[in-house]
DNA sequence: CCGTACATGAACACGATGTTCAGTAATAGA
DNA sequence: TCTATTACTGAACATCGTGTTCATGTACGG
């Protein structure tokens, strides 16, 4: 381990309202069309210093999403089982609504949506792997590949819906989705 | 019906020429790299010229993708029943691998990705209805964007890896997965 | 052959990026 | 409290991409 200095107060500082900053202007604007001028003028803070601390907009975002996937993992150890990261997604979600139709909505960059699908893409084979899924250790990929997309497409439509229908029957019919599938004879 | 006057030879020739531009430079350098002046560069056709013709890059690719439309409900129309795009689009991605990777793959830029994730789930939405799929208009949409999620993680996947596997084996995968799902008990 | 529609390319204003640097302030540690 | 260190500032700068304009040249259709 490394000797974690704890980091001078103003730096601490700096960081945090530039990644406050970020995320009001990614509400306000969306993630693309935020500049690090945005960024800069509302956090109240030099040019220079933003790109003492990071080199891009990207890197500033993904010091945040740290956060979420820290959020996710700690949900997934609190209810363990296959998805369970689902319904603690879907409330955390809707209480974060703006941010979270900014992010993994319609509107939203490439960039974060792949983000947040590889985490919930290793959240999912964690499970998998825990169920003693049966298969190729590629069959086992391409399945979750096939959740995580399918998860993160529901989401994405339920949020740019406003988030209406409660997060419990959202969470039920996806279980039931990927449980059971459509339930329909195929061709 | 409006009478479609054939287009000026030239006007023919500069269109051409900025849509293949525009995709070999998608394969070269990805979506959100490619400069409209990569693209006139390519091209050899004038800075002015370009926006005669478009009002920017998105609106090129647009006009480009609507063959792929064409070409996925002309699959459709072919071989009838759900999930008739499947095989012909996974076929239809090997043969143009690099395209392909470039828009849909991992480096692709959101745009794109959300248009064919659109087409997807309207062919998808067609099966649906065509098999009288029971369940209010809501629970459609969502089994819908469901469907197409994971057909476009899978898809994306699949071409990430260098669709290595062949596309029948992938096709039974996914439709073995969106009829039964994992077919695993889940919590 | 001629009038029209299109292509050209150069110039322009604008805005964003990322770097540099000398000056100033806050901080941690003694 | 004092001091050496570290961080922030703000302005300037080069570079690049965008989208518009316009006078000029040229290929097209009829």
Known sequence: MAKAKKPDRRVQRTRQLL???LLAMVIEKG????????????ANVGRATFYAHFPDKQTLLTSRLEDLRGLLTERRRQAPGPLGFSLAMLEHARSHLPLYRAIVGR??????????HRTIADL?????????????????RL??????????????????????LPPEEIDGIVRRLVMQGLAIKLA
């Open 124 to 140: 999912a084979e964690l499970d998998l792997k825990a169920l003693g899924f049966k298969g190729a250790p590629e069959q086992r």
């Open 107 to 116: 509107e939203s960059g490439a960039f974060i949506v792949q983000r947040i």
């Open 31 to 42: 993630y693309d069309a935020t500049t690090v001028q945005d960024i800069i003028d509302r």
């Open 19 to 21: 990644q406050d900053a």
């Open 143 to 164: 399945a979750v590949e096939f959740l995580a997309g399918a998860f993160m497409a529901v989401l994405t439509w339920w949020l740019d819906e406003g988030a209406t």
